[in-house]
C-alpha cells in the first residue's frame, strides 16, 4: 500500500514538471505560467520530470532505493520553484510531501536494519 502512496505523487509532481518544458519550447500555451522560462532551464523542468518519473518506476517496482533518485529531483525542482516562485511555488508543497514520504522510508529501512 505505501508504495502506491509514493507512486502517485512521484508520477503527478513528474508530469508536472513538463509543464516548464512546454512553455520553454511554445508546445502550449500555459497562461498559469506568467514568466517566461528559457530553453535551457525548459531542459531542466525536463530531466527532472525524468528523474520523478525514474524514482515513481523505482517505486512501483520494488526497488527500496527509490528515494536517492527522488532526493535528487526534489533539490532540483526547488531550486526551478524558487527561479519561478510567483508561478510554482505550490511545487514546494509536493516536494514538502514527497520529502515526508522520503523520511518514512529510511526510518522503515532503518528499523528493519537495527531491529530486524
Known amino acids: 500500500m505505501f508504495k502506491y502512496v509514493v507512486f502517485v505523487p512521484l508520477l503527478v509532481h513528474g508530469l508536472i514538471h513538463l509543464m516548464g518544458f512546454f512553455k520553454a519550447f511554445g508546445l502550449a500555451e500555459l497562461r ?13 523542468w525536463l530531466l527532472t520530470c525524468f528523474v520523478f518519473l525514474f524514482s515513481a518506476f523505482q517505486v512501483i517496482s520494488g526497488q527500496e532505493l527509490w528515494w536517492q533518485s527522488a532526493g ?40 528493519d536494519v537495527l531491529c530486524g
Open 32 to 44: 498559469q505560467l506568467t514568466k517566461p522560462i528559457s530553453k535551457p532551464v525548459g531542459i531542466i
Open 72 to 111: 535528487a529531483g526534489i533539490f532540483v525542482s526547488q531550486i526551478l520553484v524558487v527561479v519561478s516562485w510567483r508561478d510554482a511555488k505550490v511545487g514546494t508543497l509536493a516536494n514538502a510531501l514527497i520529502t515526508c514520504l522520503i523520511v518514512i522510508q529510511v526510518m522503515f529501512r532503518l528499523y
